[in-house]
């Protein structure tokens, strides 16, 4: 397996996986603790939502999936779900999204659009993080509550609806 930088990593039985990224072997580590195969529907799954590049729905993983009947789409996205590999994002246009949990992805923010509910993933500049983080810690103080991360979205029209 290699890592997102190129790095060769092993999966939890120590098999070497051609290609494989740092993340799918998180995943196939998270799908074992669960008791869970990472089968090739799951394999192909995984890989799809690592391209993807921002959260996808169930028309667009079934569309990149065409051997995959949509049922076991969704049997192996609660599957992944449950194991911490994936989050669900119920989104305005009452569509679920998926994409890879954002700790094997790296920290990110969500733009979506009211109107198609299409979501894009987006990070801002390393000084507006730190102002946000602050910002919320300091609500979560002022309540009683401890902070371990937050999530920004924000919503609007995107290009093709605005």
Known sequence: MMSTRGTPVRDTAGTRHAGETAAEAEVAARLARAGQRY???RRA??????TAGRPVDMAEITAASPGLPTSSVYRNLVVLEQAGAVTRFQGPSALARYELSEDLLGHHHHLVCTTCGRMEDYEVPPEVEGALTEATGKVAARNGFKATGHRLELRGLCNECG
């Open 39 to 41: 089968t090739s529907g």
């Open 45 to 50: 799954l995984v890989a799809f939502l690592l």
